[in-house]
């Protein structure tokens, strides 16, 4: 079974600190990695994504792949109430048309 | 920015009656995709469509679901007989290239969403 795992949380943190959310993944051969952020009643919108091991950064996100231990975290710094957010990590296949497969998502809570 | 755009936004409906929920992908976007959400849950994809014909479809996608691209526009997403349990928000998704592609390309744009309410 391919599956996406992160914690549900909420994961709380003070406005201006460094949220950091994790996911792992069961399918080894995964080779595309998103963050999506989803507001309540609301569509998944694309934060980053990633493809090869290491950090990628764009503005205050940065994504972060191991891929031998099959993680894959994203760390937002300076955090903003604005922030707050459900996000969604989406973990896509390298054979045919893979379907995108999310995680339940991790709820973070930026407190002013 | 370009956008995807769906239709209704909210359709309630009673058990057993048929449904057609309806999407405008971009323009210049080639894959389109079906997903679902029931309230309190993952997102779980459906089915994806490329070059006027299902490319690959998930176990909840069964005999209940089509979908078709009427025009060059359009691409519809139909429930026959719809079921308590259909009950979800349903976003429909469309990307330039194909999904192996590793670039921006590859991503996903999603539309806003139509909550299907069965009652």
């Known amino acids: 079974q391919k599956e996406v795992e992160q914690n549900s949380g909420p994961l709380s943190v003070p406005e201006g600190a460094i949220a950091s959310l994790n996911c792992t993944y069961s399918d080894r051969g995964s080779q595309s990695f998103f963050w999506y952020r989803q507001y309540s009643g609301k569509s998944p919108e694309l934060i980053m994504f990633i493809y090869s091991n290491g950090d990628k950064e764009d503005g205050r996100f940065t994504a972060q792949l191991n891929k031998a231990s099959q993680y894959v975290s994203l760390l937002i710094r300076d955090s903003q109430p604005s922030d707050s957010a459900t996000y969604l990590c989406?973990?896509?296949?390298?054979?045919?048309?893979?379907?995108?497969?999310f995680g339940t998502g991790t709820r973070l809570l930026v407190s002013p | 920015e370009p956008e995807v755009t769906q239709t209704p936004s909210h359709q309630v409906t009673q058990m057993g009656q048929e449904v057609i929920l309806r999407c405008v992908p971009i323009s210049n976007h080639l894959y389109f995709y079906w997903y679902r959400q029931i309230l309190g849950q993952k997102v779980e994809f459906l089915v994806s469509?490329?070059?006027?014909?299902?490319?690959?479809k998930s176990e909840i996608f069964d005999d209940q679901f089509s979908v078709e691209r009427p025009d060059g526009s359009n691409f519809t997403l139909k429930i026959r007989s719809t079921k308590l349990e259909d009950s979800a928000m349903y976003f429909c998704?469309?990307?330039?290239?194909?999904?192996?592609?590793?670039?921006?390309?590859?991503?996903?744009?999603f539309g806003a969403g139509s909550r299907l309410t069965v009652l």
């Open positions: 989406a973990v896509k296949g390298n054979t045919g048309f893979q379907k995108l497969v």
């Open positions: 998704a469309s990307s330039e290239a194909q999904p192996r592609a590793e670039s921006g390309a590859n991503v996903l744009t």
């Open positions: 469509f490329y070059n006027n014909e299902i490319s690959e």
